[in-house]
C-alpha cells in the first residue's frame, strides 16, 4: 500500500510540474503576442484605415483629426493626417502628388498658414510637415489637408499610381479652438501682421549709412523682431520707447543705422520668416545702465500703430 502511494504522488508531482510548465508557456507565448502588436515607437500596431500602393511603394492612412472652421473666420476646414510612407528604399515623396478631390496639393500650405497665424490660430502647434524626406524605409509625418465644399468625405489621390484613399470627415472631429494662440506681452497679432519681439540686448558693432559708428558713450539697446506673418508691402516706418515713469521717448535709430550683426527694420520690406531689429541709443555706460521700463510704439506704412511692454536694461 505504502509503495502504491508513494507511486500517486510522484505521479501528481509529475503532473503539476507539466501544468506548471504548460501555463508558463502559455503566459510566455502570450506576453510575446503582446509585445508584437506593439510597434517600435510604442503605438498599437493597428492595420491603416485606408492604403494607397503603386509597386513597392505604399503610403498608409493611419489617424487623422479633423479641424472646422466653427468661427467662420478661414474660409476652410482642414484635416491632420498621419501618413505613413513606406519603399524599398530611402523615403523621398513630392506631397504635390497627392491631391484632393477639391483640388488642392498637399505641398501648397503657405496661404493657409498665413491666414490661421493672422487669425491667432498657432498652425505651428500641429507640427504638420511638407518636405517627406527620411534616410529609413519607413517614416511616418503628419500632413495639413484643407477641404472647403466636403461634408462627409476628403479623397485623397496619389497623381502617380492613380489610387486614392477615403477620409471621413464625419468622424474624429477636434477643437480647432484648441490651437488658439493668446499674444503675449511682446507679441504683436492683429489681421496684418504677426511679430514676435525678443528682450533687448547691447549691439556694440553699429554702422551709420554704411560706416562704423562709435556708440561707446552710448548704449544702443537692440530688440530683435520676427515676423511670422505680414499683409504685403506693410513696413514699419518708425518706433518709439516710452518710459513708464516720466514719460520720456526715445525714438528707434532710422534706417541709416544698422548693426554688423543684423539689419534695421525700419522701412524694410517684409516677409514672413524675417528677421531684423530696433535700435534705441540712450545715454549709459558700463559703470552706469539704468533700467528703463516703458513700451514700444511700431508705426506702419498703412497709418496703424501697435504698442508692446518693453524694458532697456
Known amino acids: 500500500m505504502a509503495k502504491r502511494r508513494r507511486k500517486l504522488r510522484v505521479g501528481r508531482v509529475i503532473l503539476l510540474f507539466v501544468l506548471l510548465i504548460a501555463i508558463i508557456a502559455g503566459l510566455v507565448l502570450g506576453i510575446k503576442g503582446i509585445i508584437g502588436l506593439i510597434s517600435k515607437d510604442g503605438k498599437k500596431d493597428n492595420p491603416p484605415i485606408d492604403v494607397i500602393t503603386n509597386n513597392t511603394f505604399s503610403i498608409n492612412l493611419l489617424d487623422y483629426e479633423v479641424y472646422e472652421d466653427k468661427n467662420e473666420e478661414l474660409g476652410f476646414n482642414f484635416v491632420v493626417a498621419e501618413l505613413e510612407f513606406k519603399d524599398e528604399k530611402a523615403i523621398s515623396y513630392d506631397l ?91 507679441e504683436i497679432v492683429t489681421k496684418d501682421v504677426d511679430i514676435e519681439v ?47 515713469s516720466t ?39 558700463d559703470e552706469d545702465k539704468p533700467r528703463y521700463e516703458g513700451t514700444i510704439t511700431l508705426n506702419f506704412s498703412d497709418g496703424s500703430s501697435a504698442i508692446i511692454d518693453a524694458t532697456l536694461n
Open 247 to 285: 514719460g520720456e521717448k526715445w525714438d528707434a535709430l532710422d534706417a541709416s543705422y544698422s548693426s554688423v550683426k543684423i539689419e534695421n527694420i525700419i522701412r524694410k520690406q517684409l516677409k514672413a520668416g524675417d528677421e531684423y531689429a530696433l535700435f534705441f541709443e540712450v545715454y549709459s555706460n
Open 198 to 244: 525678443s528682450d533687448n540686448f547691447i549691439s556694440t558693432m553699429m554702422t551709420h549709412d554704411g560706416e562704423s559708428y562709435d556708440c561707446s558713450m552710448l548704449s544702443v539697446y537692440t530688440y530683435k523682431l520676427k515676423v511670422r506673418s505680414i499683409t504685403d508691402g506693410l513696413k514699419i516706418d518708425s518706433a518709439v520707447f516710452t518710459q513708464s
Open 96 to 186: 504635390a502628388n497627392l491631391i484632393t478631390d477639391e483640388g488642392y496639393r498637399l505641398n501648397d500650405v503657405a496661404s493657409y498658414q498665413k491666414k490661421m497665424n493672422v487669425n491667432s490660430y498657432d498652425y505651428d502647434s500641429l507640427k504638420t510637415s511638407v518636405d517627406i524626406v527620411s534616410d529609413k524605409k519607413d517614416a511616418t509625418f503628419k500632413v495639413f489637408v484643407p477641404y472647403v465644399k466636403a461634408s462627409d468625405m476628403v479623397i485623397l489621390t496619389d497623381m502617380q499610381s492613380g489610387s486614392s484613399f477615403k477620409i471621413d470627415i464625419t468622424k474624429k472631429k477636434a477643437d480647432i479652438d484648441t490651437l488658439k494662440h493668446v499674444p503675449s506681452p511682446s
